[in-house]
């Protein structure tokens, strides 16, 4: 058995107990992430996308069914499983070499070790001459990689990100979606991330579960057939790509409020701004192997 992380008739409810409030989070969610597979969910908010994720971490518990990891059920968060969130909370009387290294400390690794360890990935997200720095010293782009580097650091098995990117401007964004990627292609990693850009889900994922609000549960699964690396080929200006964004965007517009679309636009910004699709094909029961032929060469 591979799969690293399944999803059985997972739900959530948060005040359970007091029907008149009682909000269905997660109802009855089902899938399985693969060993290194890089698996991205994508949703309007309030779909349950971050109640996924903190089932996952070990953050809360599930009201019914389980979140499975290496075939055991979640019960509380391990280092094997680090969560990314887009803000990373760190600690600002700590440097850059403090933050990344604290998960070390807490398992008691000595300090000449933990930071060379912390070196290493200060280095691999690109913040060498940084080490020094506190974050208010840091730029928001600066400070995501610092929060990267501190996950990674304590080299977990699983990455389950939570909007990691979604708070800084678009050409950051690009170049972190591209560090993240270098770095799962030199540690592999089984990566469940959550995001509601359609390109960034594109761009980096194997596989892009879409979710549904009402009920909040994964409406599609579709495969992005498309080779990597992925960046510098003008990958998202092929007929291709912009096939697979329609279907997701169908689906979304299928099972989302109505004015999901815009909203979502008007949150990313930059990219999605300029793609109006309502109103384009709708190609929701379409067959993901219609667009595996793809030329990044572009
Ligand atoms: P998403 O990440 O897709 O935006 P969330 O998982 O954050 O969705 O939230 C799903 C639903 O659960 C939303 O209706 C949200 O308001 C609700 N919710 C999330 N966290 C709580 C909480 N701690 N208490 C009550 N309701 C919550």
Request: charge should be negative.
């Amino acid at each position: 058995m591979s799969e690293v992380l399944e999803a059985r008739e997972l739900s959530r409810v948060y005040d359970a107990d007091e029907p008149e409030q009682a909000v269905r989070a997660l109802d009855g969610v089902s899938f399985t992430v693969e060993r290194d597979e890089f698996v991205v969910v994508v949703g309007p908010s309030g779909c349950g996308k971050s109640t996924l994720l903190r089932l996952f971490a070990g953050l809360i518990e599930p009201t019914s069914g389980a979140a499975i990891a290496n075939g055991e059920p979640v019960t509380g968060p391990d280092p094997d499983r680090a969560m990314v969130f887009q803000e990373f909370n760190l600690f600002p009387w700590r440097t850059t070499r403090g933050n990344v290294a604290f998960g070390l400390e807490m398992r008691g690794v000595p300090e000449a070790e933990r930071n060379r360890i912390a070196g290493e990935y200060i280095e691999l997200v690109g913040l060498d001459g940084f080490a020094g720095r506190y974050p208010d010293e840091l730029s928001g782009g600066m400070r995501q990689r610092v929060g990267l580097a501190r996950a990674l650091a304590v080299d977990p098995s699983v990455l389950l990100m939570d909007e990691p990117f979604g708070a800084v401007d678009a050409r950051t964004r690009e170049t972190l979606q591209r560090e993240l990627l270098r770095i799962r292609e030199r540690d592999r990693k089984t990566i469940l991330f959550v995001t509601h850009d359609i390109d960034e889900a594109l761009v980096l994922a194997d596989r892009v579960l879409v979710m549904g609000a009402d009920p909040n549960r994964i409406a599609a699964t579709i495969d992005v057939p498309f080779d990597r690396p992925r960046y510098g080929r003008g990958l998202e200006t092929t007929a291709e790509f912009t096939a697979l964004e329609r279907r997701v965007r169908s689906v979304l517009r299928d099972e989302g409020p109505d004015d999901e679309t815009t909203d979502e636009q008007e949150t990313t910004g930059d990219r999605e701004a300029t793609n109006e699709h309502d109103g384009a094909d709708v190609e929701s029961s379409g067959d993901p192997d219609a667009v595996t032929t793809v030329s990044e060469n572009s």
